[in-house]
């Protein structure tokens, strides 16, 4: 019973978290909406089984990289609450990782895509 509450006290922290950015963090609120949309997309063309798997795969990947961005932002912000360049650098860096995982989210998509709204 022991690890069961611990589970359940270790799960209740990580839906805090996850309320966390769902209420505050704008791009994060963004990307599950396009993330819903991608769903929506796999029902609507009837996608295979193996494309729904990397679809899922590369919408938690941008999603995840959204959350290490917002975690690595605040312990910036609590190390160095003055702008110092490493600061902006490290933000920057986060920043553009996010950014390259969307970009092949959109290139994954688009190759997955493409072939399903020719057809319609």
Request: charged share 20%; no cysteine; glycine share 4%.
């Amino acid at each position: 019973m022991n690890r069961l509450k611990q589970f359940t006290k270790s799960l209740s922290f990580a839906v805090r978290g996850l309320k966390y950015v769902l209420r505050n963090e704008k791009n994060f609120q963004n990307e599950l909406a396009v993330g819903i949309l991608v769903v929506a997309a796999m029902i609507y063309f009837h996608v295979t089984r193996a494309e729904m798997i990397v679809l899922f795969i590369i919408i938690m990947a941008v999603l995840i990289m959204e959350l290490v961005n917002t975690i690595l932002e605040r312990v910036v912000d609590i190390l160095k609450p003055r702008v110092h360049p490493y600061a902006r650098l490290i933000k920057d860096l986060m920043a553009a990782s996010v950014l390259l995982t969307s970009i092949l989210a959109v290139i994954i998509g688009g190759l997955i895509f493409f072939p399903y709204v020719m057809k319609h």
